[in-house]
T-cell receptor
């Protein structure tokens, strides 16, 4: 099925460990992004990309790294996990071309990450 | 920067009744997009309804409709004939028309449905 595939669904890390959250979409969306969801905070933008080779920071980028080598993939790397990074992470993608932005974002199923 | 405000953290509705979820936003742009997303306990983010700012007609999707008041920067969601499956967290979101076109979310509202 077409959509956004996000892995893993659950992960427990120890403080200081690194890991990569994977995100892939098969809808030829130009725009991809990562959000974190915390209770009472809504979804906050971590990083985003408007195309292959182009990334930029969102609202809460510290401690995270991204790259976009292909249109389809947009992995999120936690460089040295901290308890403050315990959260639910969502990858989302969308069209960026004028006239298509109104279709909104397609979200992955989320990753619940716990850092102990 | 754009902001989206959902001032009610929780609401409750009786099954089969109607409920309205409020949302306000702040922007200096004239053309933009507004969305309501539903997040059930499964955690999946589901697009409920969307509104383009240049369209005066309020969007409708089956039992879901919006009251879009552009001058007041208000975008409320009305759920008619509420069902148990409507129980979820609902997020209001704003998307600018610019090149970066980020989606900004409100903090969400938890809706419970009483049988």
């Amino acid at each position: 099925n077409a959509g956004v595939t996000q892995t893993p669904k659950f992960q427990v890390l120890k403080t200081g460990q690194s890991m990569t959250l994977q995100c892939a979409q098969d809808m030829n969306h130009e725009y991809m992004s990562w959000y974190r969801q915390d209770p009472g905070m809504g979804l906050r933008l971590i990083h985003y990309s408007v195309g292959a080779g182009i990334t930029d920071q969102g609202e809460v980028p510290n401690g995270y790294n991204v790259s976009r080598s292909t249109t389809e993939d947009f992995p999120l790397r936690l460089l040295s996990a901290a308890p403050s990074q315990t959260s639910v992470y969502f990858c989302a993608s969308s069209y960026l071309r004028t006239g298509n932005r109104g279709y909104g974002y397609t979200f992955g199923s989320g990753t619940r990450l716990t850092v102990v | 920067a754009q902001t989206v405000t959902q001032s009610q953290p929780e609401m409750s509705v009786q099954e089969a009744e109607t409920v309205t979820l409020s949302c306000t936003y702040d922007t200096s742009e004239s053309d933009y997009y507004l969305f309501w997303y539903k997040q059930p306990p499964s955690r999946q983010m589901i697009l409920v309804i969307r509104q383009e700012a240049y369209k005066q007609q309020n969007a409708t999707e089956n039992r879901f409709s919006v009251n879009f008041q552009k001058a007041a920067k208000s975008f409320s969601l009305k759920i008619s004939d509420s069902q148990l499956g409507d129980a979820a967290m609902y997020f209001c979101a704003y998307r600018s028309p610019g090149a970066n076109s980020k989606l900004t979310f409100g903090k969400g509202i938890t809706l419970s449905v009483r049988p």
